[in-house]
């Protein structure tokens, strides 16, 4: 199985500052790569699919990086509405692997 | 609107067995993958089983394989999850989720861009 490992587990930003969480996988998955957002008691959201692909509807603040087994996601100018928990996971093969998570927590 | 709503969770004694539901809704339900995906209370996502829009691929985590079984039914647009022989460790919110584009198998391990509200599964003596 392909293992996703996130980092960091856990930051502190403030309104407007740049953020960035890593996502590395155990082998290469090309660039089927997604990441989800998720509020607490909510079902996950997606934003970003095959590593760099906005979904619709999702604010440009976002986006995606990378290929192979070292990915990026970046919130540029982070808003209140974007605290929360996000993971990543490959879409390369079965089975479906997510990250561990990164939770995003208001400095 | 695409809706996605999970029912037939609760609480269960080890041992036994659980059906969940999930009525699907505002899209071509027979053309789309779906998954179910669970998460332990404050716990992070894991991928449970896959199935796609023909039945004819599905994959299980190895952590309820020949316990659970996906199936799907096209014409009541209904996906399910059979649980059987329940553990402790089954404790979680299940999700079911489709793919975000329609297709055979090269949209099976798609992303998820629809999900359903979730439902509790409590395993517990």
């Known amino acids: 199985d392909i293992q996703m490992t996130q980092s960091p587990s856990s930051l502190s930003a403030s309104v407007g500052e740049r953020v960035t969480i890593t996502c590395r996988a155990s082998?290469?998955?090309?660039?089927?790569l997604s990441w989800y957002q998720q509020k607490p008691g909510i079902a996950p959201k997606l934003l970003i699919y095959e590593a760099s692909n906005l979904q619709s509807g999702v604010p440009s603040r976002f986006s995606g990086s990378g290929s192979g087994t070292d990915f990026t996601l970046t919130i540029t100018g982070l808003q209140p509405e974007d605290f929360a928990t996000f993971y990543c996971?490959?879409?390369?093969?079965?089975?479906?692997?997510f990250g561990g998570g990164t939770k995003v927590e208001i400095k | 609107e695409v809706q996605l709503v999970e029912s037939g969770g609760g609480l269960v004694t080890p041992g036994r067995s659980l059906r969940l539901s999930c009525a699907a809704s505002g899209f071509k339900f027979d053309e789309f993958a779906m998954h179910w995906v669970r998460q332990a209370p404050g716990k992070g996502l894991e991928w449970v089983s896959s199935i796609s829009w023909n039945s004819g691929r599905i994959d299980y985590a190895d952590s309820v394989k020949g316990r659970f079984t996906i199936s799907r039914d096209n014409a009541k647009r209904s996906l399910y999850l059979q649980m059987d022989s329940l553990r402790l460790d089954d404790t979680a919110f299940y999700y079911c989720?489709?793919?975000?584009?329609?297709?055979?198998?090269?949209?099976?391990?798609?992303?998820?861009?629809?999900w359903g509200q979730g439902i509790l599964v409590a395993v517990s003596s």
């Open positions: 082998q290469s998955v090309n660039s089927f």
């Open positions: 989720a489709k793919v975000h584009l329609p297709g055979g198998s090269g949209s099976y391990l798609l992303p998820f861009d629809a």
């Open positions: 996971q490959q879409n390369y093969i079965a089975p479906l692997t």
